[in-house]
């Protein structure tokens, strides 16, 4: 799976869009990009994912550049309940990694009142 | 309810007591997992089971058993509890393995003494 990167924290004000970058520069044509959030002491959370196309569903949208190369998660209106660790993952389709879950550090997203 | 629970959700024990943690999903998942996280090391995977009666290890296996006799329940077992084992605890399922969602309970809490 693709090493991804991402900022260790930012700022949202509440009702404001929240906008989260990741960089995954060496992923391969089978990887997803996949979003997890952790909302502090709770089971990671799926947000959203996509292979080449722009997504969208009813947490959040998912914008990948035409190289793949990078990636931004939106969250269009923040609120004070979105604050967590969002995690940015390449997950390979049809490798031999069972499913594992790599979580890298991920972005510490606060957002304010 | 409907998702997938954990239980207990706090847990303390002594070095060499065993322990089950357990794990149900009402979604008839076929895979489900176990991960463990820790500071610094973010999630690890313990064991993951693909259908009833067929489990595999995952990265960090050693000290933990894991049994699958119906495919809603997947508990995992400390036999032997160190105090390397105090983590917390998340199980997963998914209907897939590489590229499907994966939903994760609240976590278990786990100190050992």
């Known amino acids: 799976d693709a090493k991804t990167t991402q900022p260790p924290s930012m700022d949202c004000a509440e009702g404001r869009a929240a906008n989260l970058p990741c960089n995954h520069s060496?992923?391969?044509?089978?990887?997803?990009v996949y979003w997890y959030r952790q909302i502090h002491s709770q089971g990671p959370q799926y947000i959203i994912h996509?292979?080449?196309n722009n997504e969208t569903n009813e947490m959040a949208s998912l914008i990948i550049t035409e190289d793949r190369k990078s990636s931004t998660l939106i969250l269009p209106h923040a609120t004070l309940r979105d604050t967590a660790v969002y995690y940015c993952?390449?997950?390979?389709?049809?490798?031999?990694?069972?499913?594992?879950?790599?979580f890298g550090q991920g972005t510490i997203l606060t957002v304010h009142p | 309810d409907a998702g997938i629970t954990q239980s207990p959700r706090y847990k303390i024990t002594e070095t060499g007591r065993q322990v089950t943690l357990m794990c149900h999903q009402t979604?008839?998942?076929?895979?489900m997992f176990w991960y463990r996280q820790d500071l610094g090391h973010g999630l690890r995977l313990i064991y993951y089971?693909?259908?009833?009666?067929?489990?595999d290890k995952g990265e960090v296996p050693d000290g933990y058993v894991v049994s699958r006799s119906k495919t809603e329940n997947f508990p995992l077992t400390l036999e032997s509890a160190t105090r390397s084992q105090t983590s917390v605890y998340f199980c997963?399922?998914?209907?897939?393995?590489?590229?499907?969602?994966?939903?994760f309970g609240p976590g278990t809490r786990l100190t050992v003494l």
């Open positions: 979604w008839s998942h076929s895979y």
């Open positions: 997963a399922s998914s209907e897939g393995l590489t590229t499907d969602t994966q939903y």
């Open positions: 993952i390449a997950i390979y389709a049809g490798g031999t990694s069972y499913g594992k879950l790599t």
């Open positions: 060496t992923i391969s044509g089978n990887e997803y």
């Open positions: 996509g292979l080449k």
């Open positions: 089971s693909a259908a009833a009666d067929i489990t």
